[in-house]
């Protein structure tokens, strides 16, 4: 059991790493990435790091 577990594990870390098989599998759950999604990350980063300065 504790083999399995690490070895899922694993699966979902190296997934992060830009893997090319790596988009495929999030797109299941986490959708399509638009330009319009990184817009707003963008904009919302920028929003929070304003908000830190001060």
Known sequence: ML????VVGLY???Q???WP???RV??????ELTSEMIARAEA????YV???RI
């Open 26 to 31: 999030n797109t299941g759950f986490e959708g």
């Open 3 to 6: 083999l399995v577990i690490l």
């Open 12 to 14: 979902f870390s190296v």
């Open 50 to 52: 304003k908000k830190k």
């Open 21 to 23: 098989w790596a988009d």
């Open 16 to 18: 992060r790493m830009g």
């Open 44 to 47: 919302g980063s920028e929003a």
